[in-house]
């Protein structure tokens, strides 16, 4: 089976501060992905990357910014947290392109105070 | 408009009936159609995944796909408590994202 780990379920965190949120796969995908999940708006693509050292743009990267250094591996970075990016992150991963057999993780739920 | 749209629920029904949940879309470049169950506070899990028109059985699930009225669906028959979450539609093209719907959120009750 698929898994995805993400570091943390739950964060607190105050404005201002950088953010780190860590997403590890252990079945040797391409691809990941960063989302985010609020409700009434679904599930929002923030950014994704299809190799080591590549990164995409998402429909909200605004505020946010990515680091791929480990084909396992993938950061998602909040340079200077806001309350509006108060929300569920999930990590996601898939093999081959178009990638859309994607797998999730837990998500980790931010707050922003 | 959105380019995929979910009915938000809460869809309420007994034990042991038949849910039909849907969506619709926009977009009819879409060539590839998924379900996700997602339990609270956890992450959505792939259920289905289907590709062009037609039907697909697993187990108590059934995916159809109707690409000529833009319309999928996921039938649930002999619900269980167990199913209660909240069911994703996405689709995608190729393109290198997916689309997802806001989610229905269903109770099945003993």
């Known amino acids: 089976d698929v898994k995805v780990t993400q570091s943390s379920r739950y964060l607190v965190k105050r404005t201002g501060e950088k953010v780190f949120l860590e997403c590890v796969q252990d079945?040797?995908?391409?691809?990941m992905f960063w989302y985010r999940q609020d409700p009434g708006l679904g599930l929002r693509l923030i950014y994704f990357s299809y190799d080591v050292k590549m990164k995409e743009k998402g429909d909200i990267p605004e505020g946010y910014s990515v680091s791929r250094e480990k084909k396992e591996r993938f950061s998602l970075i909040l340079e200077s947290a806001s309350t509006n990016q108060t929300s569920m992150y999930l990590c996601?991963?898939?093999?081959?392109?178009?990638?859309?057999?994607?797998?999730f993780g837990p998500g980790t739920r931010l707050t922003v105070t | 408009q959105k380019e995929v749209e979910q009915d938000p629920g809460p869809l309420s029904v007994p034990e042991g009936a038949i849910v039909s949940l849907n969506c619709t879309y926009s977009?009819?470049?879409?060539?590839?159609f998924m379900w996700y169950r997602q339990y609270s506070r956890k992450g959505p899990e792939l259920l289905m995944y289907t590709y062009s028109s037609g039907n697909k059985e697993d187990g108590r699930f059934t995916a159809q796909v109707d690409k000529s009225s833009k319309y999928i669906s996921l039938f649930i028959r002999d619900s269980q408590p167990s199913d209660s979450a909240t069911y994703l539609c996405a689709m995608g093209h190729n393109t290198d994202k997916l689309i997802f719907g806001t989610g229905t959120r269903l109770q099945v009750f003993p």
């Open positions: 996601a991963s898939s093999q081959g392109r178009p990638p859309h057999e994607q797998y």
């Open positions: 977009n009819s470049a879409f060539q590839y």
């Open positions: 079945m040797d995908h391409e691809n």
